[in-house]
């Protein structure tokens, strides 16, 4: 019975957090997804705990996974969207996350459109923060559970090849994958037009390629990025129609490779436009099993979290 | 650091079939009851009891399963750390069925608690009872009581009672372990 502990109070970010942490996180979402596959799917861990869900921006998948990751370890949850709070009223978020602790929350689960949002509450409040995307920095348990689901579809992550392929450059997704992947030992590449590749993302140890078939003829796993078209505040590419042409993945493309690889996409999908609906339907997409996923790996990163408190 | 053999040898074997037998009085062929074993230790136990009841009964398809009950555990939080989960191995219904709850080694009977509440998520046996094999009596911290003893052991909070098993230390043996020389 070895007693294992994560490295750190707060989930901010892959960047914070090493191998271990992630494996360990990993192999007790194993467990957890035995738990919410049985008949009666709630363990009782949690159940001295109260969490609140900040959602600064808009979520469907993050906020409904992490509501019913938390009920299924038996917390109290408090949601908060701040569009039907005083944050319209001018309220900062400090003051707002403040009165919120001031009714004794343990926990805070905070989505924010600017990044950094996560370490800078961390630094000002006693309450241990869990990042669920801040702006186009990080999402650490989206790459957590796409990271489980490859390991789940091909055995392992290490020695795979990871192609993200679309918008990297506002994409939370695919810095937190990148860094995940990497400390599990994969290798990965991004692939878009020019405009949607940060400058220097080498730097990070990654291969950048712009054209997507031989992206695709090389990768094990190709995660499917939306365009963030709400973030873009210039044009970067002529029009939607010929980003699908070049950079859309449909049926013909994916039949035609030299391999079956796995199709993943962290949603919203746009169908039409980085994928066709025969792909993000077919046998080799993954999708619906990310979201499944997603839940056991909340609960781990909650639990070990909750583990650490003192 | 001390260490005293409590059962080992032909008398560990003797113990074992003494407890097969005490269970068949009550559960006849064993067609409405089922064996699980308490994650990591009680289900090495577990095995062993269900090899010796299929020798005895000749039959086969006695049902075994294992518990896990890192999530239900009642020190989450209070302690350093967390004990890492073991997997559940439960294949069968338990839902109106007679359950032989088995652990190696009852103390404070908290496991045997949470262990009660983790099976409850499998459905509402008609009965649970408890085998365990070594029983350290009058340190309990729940009022829960064992069916089937092993050996009762009187012991200090300070000392430990290991188990080791054929098949997977080589050995049949229980010793008691005491810190220093006291």
Same mark, same amino acid.
């Given at each position: 019975?070895?007693?294992?502990? &994560?490295?750190?109070?707060?989930?901010?970010?892959?960047?914070?957090?090493?191998?271990?942490?992630?494996?360990?996180?990993?192999?007790?979402?194993?467990?957890?997804?035995?738990?919410?596959?049985?008949?009666?799917?709630?363990?009782?861990?949690?159940?001295?705990?109260?969490?609140?869900?900040?959602?600064?921006?808009?979520?469907?998948?993050?906020?409904?996974?992490?509501?019913?990751?938390?009920?299924?370890?038996?917390?109290?949850?408090?949601?908060?969207?701040?569009?039907?709070?005083?944050?319209?009223?001018?309220?900062?978020?400090?003051?707002?996350?403040?009165?919120? &602790?001031? *009714?004794?929350?343990? *926990?805070?689960? *905070?989505?924010?459109?600017?990044?950094?949002?996560?370490?800078?509450?961390?630094?000002?409040?006693?309450?241990?923060?869990?990042?669920?995307?801040?702006?186009?920095?990080?999402?650490?348990?989206?790459?957590?559970?796409?990271?489980?689901?490859?390991?789940?579809?091909?055995?392992?992550?290490?020695?795979?090849?990871?192609?993200?392929?679309?918008?990297?450059?506002?994409?939370?997704?695919?810095?937190?994958?990148?860094?995940?992947?990497?400390?599990?030992?994969?290798?990965?590449?991004?692939?878009?037009?020019?405009? &949607?590749?940060?400058?220097?993302?080498?730097?990070?140890?990654?291969?950048?390629?712009?054209?997507?078939?031989?992206?695709?003829?090389?990768?094990?796993?190709?995660?499917?990025?939306?365009?963030?078209?709400?973030?873009?505040?210039?044009?970067?590419?002529?029009?939607?129609?010929?980003?699908?042409?070049?950079?859309?993945?449909?049926?013909?493309?994916?039949?035609?490779?030299?391999?079956?690889?796995?199709?993943?996409?962290?949603?919203?999908?746009?169908?039409?436009?980085?994928?066709?609906?025969?792909?993000?339907?077919?046998?080799?997409?993954?999708?619906?099993?990310?979201?499944?996923?997603?839940?056991?790996?909340?609960?781990?990163? &909650?639990?070990?979290?909750?583990?650490?408190?003192? | 650091?001390?260490?005293? $053999?409590?059962?080992?040898?032909?008398?560990?074997?003797?113990?074992?079939? =003494?407890?097969?037998?005490?269970?068949?009085?009550?559960?006849?062929?064993?067609?409405?009851?089922?064996?699980?074993?308490?994650?990591?230790?009680?289900?090495?136990?577990?095995?062993?009891?269900?090899?010796?009841?299929?020798?005895?009964?000749?039959?086969?398809?006695?049902?075994?399963?294992?518990?896990?009950?890192?999530?239900?555990?009642?020190?989450?939080? =209070?302690?350093?750390?967390?004990?890492?989960?073991?997997?559940?191995?439960?294949?069968?219904?338990?839902?109106?069925?007679?359950?032989?709850?088995?652990?190696?080694?009852?103390?404070?009977?908290?496991?045997? =608690?949470?262990?009660?509440?983790?099976?409850?998520?499998?459905?509402?046996?008609?009965?649970?009872?408890?085998?365990?094999?070594?029983?350290?009596?009058?340190?309990?911290?729940?009022?829960?009581?064992?069916?089937?003893?092993?050996?009762?052991?009187?012991?200090?909070?300070?000392?430990?009672?290991?188990?080791?098993?054929?098949? $997977?230390?080589?050995?049949?043996?229980?010793?008691?372990?005491?810190?220093?020389?006291?």
């Amino acid at each position: 019975m070895a007693v294992e502990k &994560l490295s750190t109070r707060h989930l901010l970010g892959i960047k914070d957090i090493n191998r271990n942490d992630i494996e360990l996180i990993l192999e007790t979402a194993d467990h957890f997804k035995g738990v919410i596959n049985r008949t009666i799917k709630k363990v009782p861990s949690l159940r001295d705990i109260t969490i609140a869900n900040i959602f600064f921006e808009n979520s469907t998948r993050t906020k409904l996974s992490f509501e019913l990751a938390e009920k299924r370890l038996s917390a109290d949850v408090v949601n908060f969207a701040a569009s039907s709070s005083s944050v319209s009223k001018g309220e900062t978020l400090i003051d707002t996350v403040n009165n919120i &602790l001031a *009714m004794k929350v343990d *926990m805070v689960v *905070m989505r924010h459109p600017y990044a950094g949002a996560g370490q800078f509450l961390s630094k000002h409040i006693k309450a241990q923060i869990i990042n669920a995307g801040d702006g186009a920095h990080e999402h650490p348990t989206q790459a957590l559970l796409d990271a489980f689901s490859i390991r789940q579809r091909l055995g392992d992550v290490a020695g795979k090849k990871v192609v993200i392929v679309g918008d990297i450059l506002h994409s939370r997704v695919a810095i937190s994958n990148i860094l995940c992947l990497q400390k599990l030992g994969a290798e990965v590449m991004v692939c878009g037009p020019t405009t &949607l590749i940060p400058k220097h993302i080498e730097s990070l140890g990654v291969k950048v390629e712009h054209n997507l078939i031989k992206a695709l003829n090389w990768c094990d796993v190709a995660n499917m990025l939306r365009i963030q078209l709400e973030r873009q505040d210039i044009k970067y590419f002529p029009s939607l129609r010929e980003y699908a042409m070049m950079y859309g993945l449909n049926k013909q493309i994916l039949d035609n490779l030299d391999k079956e690889i796995i199709v993943m996409h962290p949603g919203p999908i746009n169908r039409g436009v980085e994928i066709t609906s025969d792909v993000a339907d077919s046998k080799q997409s993954i999708i619906l099993e990310q979201v499944e996923n997603g839940v056991a790996v909340r609960m781990a990163v &909650l639990y070990l979290l909750a583990a650490q408190n003192d | 650091m001390q260490k005293r $053999t409590l059962l080992d040898g032909q008398k560990f074997q003797i113990t074992i079939k =003494r407890l097969c037998h005490q269970l068949i009085e009550n559960h006849n062929d064993f067609s409405n009851t089922v064996l699980i074993g308490i994650q990591p230790r009680g289900s090495y136990f577990a095995d062993r009891v269900k090899h010796e009841l299929s020798e005895v009964l000749k039959k086969s398809v006695i049902q075994k399963g294992n518990l896990d009950i890192t999530f239900f555990r009642d020190d989450f939080r =209070r302690k350093d750390g967390i004990v890492s989960a073991n997997s559940n191995t439960i294949d069968f219904i338990i839902e109106g069925k007679n359950v032989i709850l088995i652990d190696d080694v009852l103390w404070t009977g908290r496991t045997i =608690r949470a262990a009660l509440d983790a099976l409850l998520a499998y459905g509402r046996p008609a009965k649970v009872e408890l085998l365990v094999l070594i029983d350290r009596r009058f340190s309990r911290h729940v009022p829960i009581e064992p069916d089937y003893i092993g050996l009762q052991v009187d012991t200090l909070v300070s000392q430990q009672v290991r188990v080791s098993w054929k098949e $997977t230390e080589g050995e049949d043996k229980v010793i008691l372990i005491s810190e220093s020389n006291k």
